[in-house]
């Protein structure tokens, strides 16, 4: 994967993935169905990727983001999420699924079209202020549609087969974004450095040093843990939508280097949101 093509990439896999939520809502007969393991229905996952396409549009011609939080502590970044989603899906009652589908549609059409053609090192300020490219901008998006996607698909029982090449784009963005879930109880003081391999797009390493948390390109330094993962896995263990366990059973995970058994500990270290 190229740098200088990560953006328009990005734009294409959402443009294909957003027109597939769409295209699964305005199949069903109504929004009404409840999402395993959460309080959202279909209704509010595609309420959620609508209203989130629009601020990260905003956020990519300068508007400062509503959700401020302190950073680094993963539990606060999550609560303040909570609060903000909870009162957009409030703000957008919409249950019909195939207006749904058109305002997820359209919602990120507008964020592909406002991004289109511009560096990918952009730097645009993201959620708490956190620094962000306009590049990583769309590929969180992009990780958000094959999440709750995959959601909204679990909870009608439809297929959602994710394209590898996808899922390794939504990891892109979402890994700087790791920063501001840490979970501070379990990384008070902690200096570790876990290499992590995607399989077949790359390496990067996850360091670590007093509680925290730095994002790093492969072979900069020493690492105590290698994990090595298949991409669509590691992004929903990461997003706890697949048990750790089934992913290493199946082969999808598994871990090497001098301290292998910290990969156990790894998905304690964040509070995903």
Known sequence: MQTATILAEAGLALDTVAG?????????????????????????????????SAIYAEIANGAPSPIQAATGDGAMFREVLRVNSAQRLLDLPETDPVRLAQLVVDAAGRLIDTTSGRPDEQAVSFHCGFPLTIAGLVCTSLSEHLLHGYDIATAVRAPWPIDPTHAALGLYGLAPLFALCVNPETTNGLSVAFEVELRGVGRSVIRFVDGEYRLEPADLGPVDCVISADPIAYLLVGARRLSRWSAISLGLLSASGSRPELALRFGDLFIYP
Not at 21 to 50: F, K, Q
């Open 20 to 52: 597939r939520v769409a295209d699964l809502l305005s199949s069903l007969p109504d929004a009404c169905a409840g999402i395993p393991g959460s309080e959202w229905t279909v209704r509010e996952a595609a309420a959620h990727l609508a209203g989130y």
